[in-house]
């Protein structure tokens, strides 16, 4: 089982992560890492980011637009 310390230093490793990443590089449930990120998130050690922004410009056309918007997480307090 992977415990929180786990998760905020793979965050930390990466600089940005969601938590498909996370679940994979981890090898935990999504489910679970998607609760961790959270609770890592209330507990102020983590930062949610917003990922909504197209950096292509073409998802207006993309069939797929709702599946793209995933949450990304960094160590709260960094620029």
Known sequence: MISLLQVRDAVALNG????KLLSHQ?????????A???QLTVMGKL???DATAC???????CPETQKCDTAVYRI???C
């Open 16 to 19: 940005r992560a969601d938590a």
């Open 26 to 34: 981890l090898c935990a449930s999504l489910s679970m890492v998607e």
């Open 36 to 38: 961790m990120l959270e």
């Open 47 to 49: 930062e949610k980011i």
């Open 55 to 61: 950096l292509s410009g073409s998802c207006k056309q």
């Open 76 to 78: 709260a307090g960094e």
